[in-house]
């Protein structure tokens, strides 16, 4: 077992007598990925309660931790540029030696389990009692891990032609049984993890609900140790290695650092592309918008496909270090959130508000944080949906086409909104970029 002391070139120190609070992450860390960045600013809120926090985790992550809590590692401390989200083959192993190394570390006064596997990894040990922090519902979440031409498959509408219909209604029911299959197997899972451990907790009031089980409160964003960051520290002096790039302020300045359209409107959108974020409406979106608009992605992850049906208007970018988040979040106009579960915690959106930036968002990616639109001084416009999620529809076009145009109606009216000094240079008294048809 391996433990370090320090966190980000800073030694811990002695803390307050207190309780020691083990949060089990059977996850790459640190990452800059929604359930990771949540145990850090819940480890830092405890840190400040004056707890002693340890963080058990895999042996590799993305980066060194900000965080003053001290990460326990099966192994040495192993980088990874870009830790994958979701199920994967090779987490069986690292889940594997992480139950091995809880077996052989004393039990804390409180130890929370994080997602299914470190829930599974605390039952199959003697560290009880135990929480299950629930940050999903398998349910929901594992049918979106499937390949995409799946639920293509699974909406296609059959023509009225009866001998195409004979070709083409095997592949329909087969994937139409398996996302239900894999649904249920889900739902199956998040009942287990609920049995097995002595308390239950949420990470958000939409998730709770879905579960059943209480929520736990928001905690303070951003995190402190990104606060510091932010205001240049340590860890920036390490991070302008990787990237020299001076932070700008200007829009004009970003949109050079990016390789970006120096006047067009601009709509970002930051983080995974995977299918748990439901960002393919993002294409028609930009599609409802006028011509002069473009749309870029700051994400770590591979492009999508369907960015080549606007070759000239969508930008694909890295986003690699909290820099380049920082020259993303210059260069936008509107920033959008998309979500195909509304579970889990809205690491993105918390982001965008926290950069004081206007933000269209589903109503899903509140996971049921109402008051986010509520506060005083806030961007956020809240698009709410047409239809019911459903991963089966007569139409598979229809209801992302709805979204779609609610999503950049509220774009346009986002924009309009902003001081004109804060436009982009040239577009004042433009209608086209200001308003135009955005129905077409």
Known sequence: MRESESAGGRATGDRPEGATIRHVAAMPFPARLGTQAYIQATAEGQLAAGDKVKVL???????????????????????EATPRPGPTLGKLRDDFVLWRALRHVPPATQTLAHHLEACLICALTAHRPFTYVAHTCLEEELPTYLPTWVRQQANRTLDKARLRNLFRQPARLFCRSLI?????????????????????????????????????????????SEQRAAQGGADNHRRDAEDPTA????????????????????????????????????????????TAWSLLLMTDSPPPAWANDHPQRVFYRRLTTMRRRALGYAAADVVIVTRECGAGIPIKLLDALAQGMPVVAQARALAGFTELAQLDGSNLTVVAHSTPRSFFASDAKSPSQE???????????????????????????QSELQGGDASR
């Not at 829009?251 to 748990?276: C, E, H, I, K, M």
């Not at 950049?408 to 009216?413: E, F, G, M, N």
């Open 403 to 429: 979204s779609a145009k609610a999503l950049a109606a509220a774009t346009l009216k986002a924009f309009r909104e902003r001081p004109p000094q804060e436009r982009p240079e040239g577009s004042q008294g």
């Open 247 to 290: 932070a700008p302020t200007k829009r004009q300045v970003a949109r050079t650092s990016l390789a970006l359209p120096p006047s067009a409107p601009l709509l970002a959108y930051f983080g995974n592309l995977d299918g748990y974020q439901g960002a393919e409406v993002l294409s028609e979106v930009i599609g409802q918008l006028p």
């Open 180 to 224: 239900g299959t894999v649904a249920q197997l889900g739902g199956g899972l998040d009942t287990i993890a609920l049995r097995l451990a002595d308390e239950c907790k949420a990470v958000s009031p939409a998730l709770g609900h879905r579960l059943g089980i209480p929520a736990l409160a928001l905690p303070d964003w951003p995190p402190p």
């Open 57 to 79: 985790t895999y042996a590799r992550g993305a980066g060194a931790s900000a965080i003053d809590a001290v990460l326990e590692r099966p192994a040495n401390f192993t980088p």
